[in-house]
């Protein structure tokens, strides 16, 4: 019999998004699955409206808006309540492939020092282009990023590597890891906190693994990108806040000694030249948010 897979969507206001998501899980050929909406304070009516408009999902609602990290945690706690033993984070705003789902957990089932693993990532504008290939980290830098992001898929996305952190737009892992490891960081909110608990999957001696063949499409920032461009451009401040905040953060947890002279170095250049950015375009507001960041990130997190 297949394992059974907990499918986590967390919502927030959004019934178009998450709707056309469910929609799509629906035609995986992965016959055990369920899933499971996390409702984060919507204030729109949406989760109530979703689940009496798909009658068989899970809805775990919480009365206020918890962040990514607390909500999808959330959906972790009931996954292993209910001794799932696998549980992926999606995203509410992408399509996926019919196998998606199938092809991940026959590797998984077939690698048991895998200890996560995550599709193709396209864009769902362009479903050419990557929106994540593979995710990597450049430790005498500080620096994250993603390979052939903006571009057409290459030869590395036609293999499986092994990659040092996955991305929590889909997220796939074993429940008896997050029992190891410990689920994500809910101080952190958003951002980042993928790539913290990746670490410390690897720090534990599991693999994460880039899967070629499973795709899915993501229309990304539909969360915090207004649909109109304003002074503040699209995004919404608090990315940067966060963004920069969350960064620190993670590197205080995971840079070595010897590699924070050259990060440092590599971190006042961007963060001064994001700052200056923002304040010859008149952007204030993001302006003081990249600060704020800053400044709390260098304060440390909370205990």
Known sequence: MSPKVAVIVLN???????????????????????????????VDGSGDLLKSSFSKIILISSPTNEG?????????????????????????????EPNFLSLLVNYMELHPDAGAIQPTIFFNHDRKKIWNGGSYFLPWMGWTYSKRYMRKAG????????????????????????????????????????????????????????????????????????????????ANPFVH????????????????????PSTLLVLFLYYLSIMFYFAIRGRMV??????????DGVKGMPK
Not at 20 to 35: G, R, V
Not at 75 to 82: P, R, S
Not at 174 to 202: C, H, M, N, P, W
Not at 241 to 260: E, M
């Open 12 to 42: 927030w206001n959004s019934f178009e998004h998450t709707s056309n998501c469910i929609q799509s899980l629906q035609l995986c050929d992965y016959p055990n699955f369920e899933i499971i909406v996390v409702d984060n304070g919507s």
């Open 68 to 96: 990514f990290a607390a909500g999808n945690n959330r959906g972790f706690d009931y996954a292993i309540e209910q001794q799932f033993p696998y549980a992926i984070m999606l995203n509410n705003d992408v399509f996926v």
């Open 155 to 234: 030869i590395l996305q036609s293999q499986f590597q092994q990659v040092d952190w996955i991305t929590g737009c889909a997220f796939l892992i074993r429940t008896s890891i997050l029992k190891e490891t410990g689920q994500l960081k809910e101080s952190f909110f958003a951002y980042y906190e993928d790539v913290e608990l990746s670490f410390r999957i690897r720090s534990k001696g599991h693999q994460l693994i880039f899967h070629p063949q499973s795709v899915i499409y993501h229309i990304a920032g539909s969360a915090n990108k207004a649909k109109v461009k304003g002074k503040e451009g699209f």
């Open 241 to 260: 806040y966060f963004n920069s905040r969350n960064h620190i953060w993670f590197l205080q947890l995971w840079t070595k000694w010897y590699q924070w």
């Open 286 to 295: 993001k302006l003081k948010s990249v600060t704020r960041g800053i400044y």
